[in-house]
């Protein structure tokens, strides 16, 4: 079963708009939250990543926002580019002995010049 | 180059065939993973090996056969596969699931 729920699962945003990426998890056994971005050919990238201890954590133009209580996190990418079309997922890691990421199913950014 | 080099590239085999997948790294990692990857579907993790030793067999046919001779190198033996196997394999690292790093994938064809 798909412990990590990722919506929507494609997006289109103007160039220079604010794309938002979200996620929803079960586990709350979960410690550490990354994002992976994935072009056509490639494989996916480490984008940026949080720890449930902190709300939101800025890199750049990608912003995560973290609600504990809600289970929930999210990927804010402002001024949008046509460069950040591409296909990105969350995952999350359980804490303890089975420590393998759970991916979300992905969302594919289209960013419109 | 992402640390994670997998070879080929690409790859077309026929029904009967048996081949190889190559996964290289030398980022120091103890963890390798193989993932299939197919259109509009979540990343399913194949197989995971700690330190050498396989961890994790996500239910993947037998047809399907993962190697990992030292903790830089790992393969997956394919043979008799199906049309439906089609997909970009992906190998990753990590060290202690901290931070993935993924290889470009091969895509896999068969016919």
């Known amino acids: 079963q798909q412990q990590v729920k990722q919506s929507p699962q494609s997006l289109i945003v103007q160039k220079g708009g604010i794309s938002i990426i979200n996620c929803a998890y079960e586990?709350?056994?979960?410690?550490?939250f990354p994002w992976y971005q994935q072009f056509p050919g490639k494989g996916p990238a480490l984008l940026i990543a949080?720890?449930?201890?902190?709300s939101e954590k800025k890199e750049g133009r990608f912003t995560i926002s973290f609600n504990k209580s809600a289970k929930q996190f999210s990927l804010h990418i402002m001024d949008s580019q046509p460069g950040d079309s591409a296909t990105y997922f969350c995952?999350?890691?359980?804490?303890?002995?089975?420590?393998?990421?759970?991916f979300g199913s992905g969302t594919q950014l289209t960013v419109l010049p | 180059e992402t640390g994670v080099t997998q070879t080929p590239r690409h790859l077309v085999m026929g029904m009967t065939n048996k081949k190889s997948l190559k996964c290289e790294q030398h980022?120091?990692?103890?963890?390798m993973y193989w993932y299939k990857q197919s259109a509009k579907k979540p990343l399913e993790l194949m197989f995971v090996?700690?330190?050498?030793?396989?961890?994790e067999n996500n239910s993947v046919p037998s047809r399907f056969s993962p190697e990992c001779p030292n903790s830089s190198h790992l393969f997956l033996h394919l043979h008799t596969l199906q049309p439906e196997d089609s997909a970009l394999y992906l190998c990753?690292?990590?060290?202690?699931?901290?931070?993935?790093?993924f290889g470009s994938g091969t895509r896999l064809t068969v016919v």
């Open positions: 990753a690292s990590s060290q202690e699931a901290r931070g993935y790093t």
């Open positions: 586990n709350t056994a979960f410690d550490y």
């Open positions: 949080i720890r449930p201890d902190v």
């Open positions: 980022l120091g990692h103890n963890a």
């Open positions: 995952a999350a890691r359980p804490s303890g002995s089975a420590r393998q990421l759970t």
């Open positions: 090996y700690n330190f050498k030793e396989q961890t």
